[in-house]
């Protein structure tokens, strides 16, 4: 496993507002700091990047590439995790899905799974 940075075309996104959406933005096209193709060379890409918003920090995670016989499916190719107050993300192995699909929404298959701004009914 080896981290990469990314370009300062995608850091642009960033200060552009691109929030939430960043690793969605990035996935797949080739913001790799110092080359464009090192995506035609790793077996597993996965993005992340940290979110502070009103007072709470989300780490948005997206899976790109990955080289395994068979397809994911979209759904499960994002997801948000919330940061508790001392710095943790408790992890929900032996219990219900904690992921979200959107920043201040409740838990993926909850009924506050949408965020009260949220325009779709």
């Known amino acids: 496993m080896t981290p990469h940075q ?20 990035i996935a797949n096209k080739g913001y790799y700091a110092g080359s464009r193709q090192i995506d035609q060379e790793v077996d597993l890409e996965i993005y992340i990047h940290i979110v502070k918003f009103n007072g709470s ?13 068979g397809i994911t499916k979209e ?9 508790e107050d001392i710095g943790t993300i408790p992890d929900d192995i032996n ?14 298959d ?6 009260f701004w949220d325009d779709e009914i």
């Open 57 to 69: 920090s989300w780490l948005t995670c997206q899976r790109g590439k990955h080289r395994i016989p």
């Open 75 to 83: 759904e499960d190719l994002f997801c948000i995790m919330k940061f």
């Open 95 to 108: 219990g219900p899905d904690r992921s979200r699909l959107k920043i201040g929404g409740g838990a993926r």
């Open 6 to 25: 990314i370009s300062t075309d995608g850091k642009q996104l960033v200060r552009e507002g691109s929030g939430s959406n960043f690793v969605k933005e």
């Open 110 to 115: 909850s009924k506050d799974a949408k965020t």
